[in-house]
């Protein structure tokens, strides 16, 4: 069993910045491919980016690339998304996940999932 505990969410401006954190525990959780899904209401959650153990394979959704950052310490057992150049179009509730394999992008694929963290973008 993996447990996630995601933080850092909150309201921000467009324009600004934020970073979430989520923090993983239980067996070889850090052997595991990690990433990040999200869900706007009204609308199905959907992948954002996600990255293997090793970090050496990250798979960006498009209308991100180029303002999210994934990255992960395993030592700490934590994964991190630093964003920016935030835009009200990308308020969602964000989910940490997790899956004992590489990489993935769709939300069957992923085992372990964390509560979520809410992110709100004002324009």
């Known amino acids: 069993q993996v447990q996630l505990v995601e933080s850092g969410g909150g309201l921000v401006q467009a324009g600004g910045s934020l970073r979430l954190s989520c923090a993983a525990s239980g067996r070889t959780a850090s052997s595991y491919a990690m990433g990040w899904f999200r869900q706007a209401p009204g609308k199905e959650r959907e992948f954002v980016v996600g990255?293997?153990?090793?970090?050496?394979?990250?798979y960006y959704k498009d209308s991100v690339k180029g303002r999210f950052t994934i990255s992960r310490d395993n030592a700490k057992n934590t994964v991190y998304l630093q964003m920016n150049s935030l835009k009200p179009e990308d308020t969602a509730v964000y989910y940490c996940?997790?899956?004992?394999?590489?990489?993935?992008?769709?939300?069957?694929?992923?085992?372990?999932w964390g509560q979520g963290t809410q992110v709100t973008v004002s324009s």
């Open positions: 996940v997790a899956r004992p394999s590489t990489s993935a992008t769709t939300v069957e694929e992923y085992e372990y």
């Open positions: 990255m293997t153990w090793s970090g050496g394979v990250i």
